[in-house]
């Protein structure tokens, strides 16, 4: 059904994170969806708690102070719909709150169905425990003491292709079925089906008086040839959501006044991303990233095609106790301007660790929290990538495909102590190539977005184009193979009001050309010696290229893809702090 | 603003539940006195399985295999004895492998249980039962000391506290570490060496309280037979002062280590009793706090890591911090004099 304004105003969301409630409230203002304002609070998910309701009031209340506007009433209830002037028409809320949740992964194939299976669980806030299968050499019985040990939240369930393979799906869903037999009747886990469709009716008989919550998806491999994740990353958001109503206070309520449409904030960001990507120009893809406490989760589309991962374990929370199974002390070293040893470094992750919800008061504080946050959306991102569509086309291997735009939230991003912090973070970590415009989600909307669009496909649309979100910088990225020093871009930006500014870039430069907030201009790009800007080696857009006006203007990133810094940390230090010199520190 | 709490008191009384994960068997009664080893509860979790797929093994379909196993569910076997024997003219037979218990029969297969897993229920507090959960566990009402740390190896002990520290900084050796020691629980600055550990696990201690534990010794101390519990961090820094008095004033006292795993989400802590005698119930801790003028605090993170103070008062607005982010801050008295503004999501009331 299309939306309309007519169907309602305005509307409050609420994104429910580990460790940050925010509320959100957006309205017609002169026949548009607009950004009014947020509030935000501690989250309650937690210890003493435990019940996610008290943070979901204080945000509200922290927005009703802002904005003046009562939205809870006297009963401690959403005024909804609007009365007199108060409350809100719509309401749609998003959580992320509490631990990752223990999944174990069941399908036939490692390669084939295994795979997409643990695909999907990294869609959600999913931590994989066990993995069933085929080329498992365990027995039935240890797999069954295995399932038992390891008490998965939520079980999985894949394999054979619609039509294939039945037998063996029984075998293993018998397996799966006598370990949540054996479990106590408290402890049954969610499952998941999103296998052979034929098998749909026997997993019903088998497995449906043995879970706490059965949900049926598409076959998430229809055929051998064919992954087909969207159906089965729609029943992933509704189990996951399912099962933190059986865990965590308050998700009942939030999820009523959602009108039952409660989501993964992932999955809301996901959704957005997608519709971007329908929107935007084809031949790119949309890219978002999220750097959060409890998270990393990249979202990426490519005409409506959506690829997304949440990475728990690579959030700069509790997560970065275990870190250093995913990348290595001096990986994240590299990036940091200060001359420190790898044991402070080491200390500090283990220390944050402890208390995730700190800030970074001190100059060496922030280095560290920086260079672990671009380090861990590198690894987050190079992770995702793999799972990318094979039709999607990159300049070379190793490298990301084009992305226009790229969305980043994160307060580490968003809320750095400058805005040229928040551009190399995201340079560093993402190494776009091409031209892209880079914007950042200084008011975390994109799960608000996300969840509204399912309802009113109008509001998402409307409040993008209103500038609610801050546009960073236009980001030219070259490929050059060349040694540095070597010029390998001329660049003419073309003012609208004539003025031209002129440069000449060499390979390892960064450059910022000031194209400020309201103005447009074009840009001009020579490239030299077979650099690549998009458009194949030594080619451009000899006409221009229009631009539009950003807090930092246009960027020119030719430090190389991927960027290589010099194995001699004091040299690496002076490379760093010469770029976060050129961006303003 | 909410704040987080952590309780450093020296007098208070605290509840806390211990449950089994499933129900089982409840020894303890209502007002008990409880010792923090005492067994309070078990249960039984069941042993391994084994699938045994007769019809596979007997060549026959599984409707014709149900006929020939001669077991039922809930049946107790005992090892060679026949699950199912075919009709062959030489029969062949299938024998359970061990001593077990048939859990189900059907479709050509027998699962059998054998062994069990006893899981027993550790009081971990000590004090009074005020509370029994049926068929579940017990609430235990503790009076005295209460000390809450950050990290626990998941033991539990008890014993006389020894201090081996003269000041919050001093660094533990394993020189330190001998024989006189063996049964105590050891109260220590830093930790950063991997034979101070070894060494106490060798006499052995009853338990080992740290301010700061290198995080290269945390694998180390994880597999220790002994209680560990780190009360301030993983970076170097000394214990914190609240601590150090209150447990250095308790010094040879019996105290508990009780280092249970945090988790944020339940609320475990690792957590330090001293059973002091009382004649009225001390006031209980408050678990819930926002953040005012005069409460105690710690400070988490650089600069002054771990120093306490007093919150003076809360800025208006936002305080620009030396790394340049604009935070939510508080003006707090540290114990050398020194008036320094702190972010709030960087303190912890202690109270």
């Known amino acids: 059904m299309p939306a309309s304004l007519i169907d309602a105003d305005s509307l409050l969301a609420v994104d429910v994170g580990s460790m940050t409630t925010h509320a959100t409230l957006f309205d017609v203002v002169e026949g548009h969806y607009r950004f009014i304002a947020a509030g935000q609070a501690a989250s309650t998910a937690a210890a003493p708690f435990k019940d996610i309701s008290e943070g979901v009031h204080q945000a509200i209340e922290n927005l009703q102070t802002i904005t003046g506007r009562k939205l809870i009433g006297d009963d401690h209830r959403l005024i909804m719909p609007v009365e007199e002037g108060n409350g809100v028409d719509s309401f749609t809320a998003t959580l992320s709150a509490g631990p990752a949740i223990k999944t174990a992964v069941v399908g036939l194939l490692n390669d084939v169905s295994v795979e997409s299976a643990q695909r999907l669980a990294r869609t959600c806030y999913a931590r994989v425990v066990d993995t069933l299968s085929l080329n498992d050499q365990r027995k039935a019985d240890e797999q069954i003491d295995s399932l038992l040990r390891q008490r998965p939240e939520l079980i999985v369930i894949a394999g054979g292709t619609d039509q294939g393979a039945s037998r063996s799906v029984e075998r293993l869903l018998e397996t799966v079925g006598l370990a949540c037999y054996l479990m106590p009747a408290d402890k049954h886990p969610a499952v998941l089906f999103a296998g052979n469709k034929s098998m749909v009716e026997k997993v019903k008989s088998n497995l449906q008086n043995l879970t706490s919550y059965l949900s049926i998806s598409p076959n998430l491999r229809p055929t051998l040839e064919v992954e087909d994740l969207q159906p089965a990353q729609r029943a992933m958001a509704e189990t996951y959501t399912q099962l933190r109503r059986t865990q965590m206070g308050g998700v009942d309520e939030l999820s009523s006044w959602a009108g039952g449409t409660l989501i993964p904030t992932a999955y809301a960001e996901g959704r957005i991303i997608r519709f971007l990507s329908q929107v935007y120009d084809p031949s790119k893809g949309i890219l978002g990233v999220d750097m959060g406490v409890s998270a990393a989760t990249v979202a990426a589309a490519f005409g409506g095609e959506l690829t997304l991962g949440v990475y728990p374990q690579l959030g700069l929370g509790e997560g970065l106790a275990n870190l250093l199974r995913y990348t290595s002390l001096d990986d994240i070293l590299k990036w940091i301007p200060l001359d420190l040893p790898a044991e402070r470094l080491r200390e500090y992750m283990y220390q944050k660790s402890l208390y995730p919800t700190t800030l970074p008061a001190s100059v060496e504080d922030l280095a560290m929290e920086q260079a672990l946050a671009r380090q861990n959306l590198h690894v987050a991102l190079n992770s995702l990538a793999k799972d990318f569509p094979r039709r999607v086309g990159r300049p070379a291997a190793g490298l990301m495909p084009y992305f226009e735009p790229i969305m980043a939230g994160g307060s580490v991003i968003t809320h750095a102590p400058s805005l040229g912090q928040s551009l190399l973070i995201l340079l560093d970590a993402i190494q776009p190539i091409g031209i892209t415009t880079l914007i950042l989600d200084q008011n975390n909307l994109m799960p608000a977005l996300g969840a509204a669009a399912q309802r009113n496909s109008i509001l998402p649309i409307q409040v993008l184009e209103s500038g609610a979100f801050l546009g960073l910088a236009t980001v030219v990225g070259p490929i050059a193979n060349t040694r540095p020093g070597t010029p390998i871009l001329q660049v003419r930006l073309v003012h609208q009001n004539g003025n031209e500014t002129r440069v000449e870039v060499k390979q390892g430069a960064l450059e910022l050309l000031p194209l400020p907030v309201g103005e447009a201009g074009r840009l001009y790009l020579q490239p030299l010696r077979h650099a690549d800007l998009g458009f194949g080696p030594g080619h451009t857009r000899p006409e221009g290229i229009p631009v539009t006006g950003t807090v930092l203007g246009v960027v020119i990133d030719a430090r190389g893809r991927p960027i290589r810094l010099p194995a001699d940390p004091a040299r690496c230090r002076e490379f760093i702090k010469k770029w976060l010199w050129t961006v303003g520190g | ?351």
């Open chain 2, 1 to 351: 603003m909410l704040a987080p709490v952590t309780h450093l008191l020296p007098l208070t009384t605290v509840q806390r539940e211990r449950l089994l994960p499933v129900p089982g068997q409840v020894f303890a009664h209502l007002d008990q006195k409880i010792s923090p080893l005492d067994v309070v509860g078990e249960a039984h979790l069941g042993g391994q399985h084994l699938l045994l797929d007769v019809a596979r093994q007997l060549r026959v379909p599984p409707e014709k295999a149900d006929k020939l196993i001669k077991c039922r569910a809930g049946d107790q076997v005992v090892k060679n004895q026949a699950i199912a024997q075919s009709r062959d003219l030489i029969p062949q037979t299938i024998r359970a492998g061990q001593d077990g218990k048939v859990l189900l029969v059907g479709g050509g297969k027998v699962l059998l249980e054998v062994g069990e897993t006893a899981i027993e229920l550790i009081a971990r507090v000590p004090g009074t039962v005020t509370r029994v959960v049926q068929d579940r566990g017990i609430e235990i009402t503790f009076s005295g000391a209460l000390v809450q740390g950050v990290w626990g190896n998941g033991q539990v002990d008890s014993g006389m506290i020894l201090p081996l520290l003269n000041s919050p900084e001093d660094v533990l050796t394993a020189k330190q570490l001998d024989v006189s020691q063996r049964g105590a629980v050891i109260l220590a600055g830093q930790c950063s060496d991997p034979a101070a550990l070894e060494t106490a696990g060798e006499l052995p201690v009853r338990g080992l309280i740290l301010g700061s534990l290198s995080p290269t010794l945390l694998g180390q101390a994880a597999q220790m037979h002994f209680p560990i519990i780190v009360v301030d961090g993983f970076d170097g820094r000394p214990l914190n002062t609240a601590a150090f008095k209150l447990l250095t004033s308790n010094a040879k006292r019996e105290v508990t280590v009780n280092a249970e795993i945090a988790d944020r989400y339940n609320g475990a802590r690792p957590e330090i009793y001293i059973p002091l005698p009382v004649t009225e119930e001390p006031p209980r801790p408050r678990e819930v706090e926002t953040f005012a003028p005069d409460q105690p605090v710690r400070l988490l993170r650089t600069p002054h890591a771990g120093a306490i103070g007093i919150l003076i008062n809360l800025k208006p607005g936002l305080a620009t911090m030396p790394s340049g982010l604009r935070l939510q801050a508080a003006e707090v008295k540290l114990e050398t004099g020194e008036q320094v503004v702190v972010p709030l999501a960087n303190l912890e009331v202690l109270g």
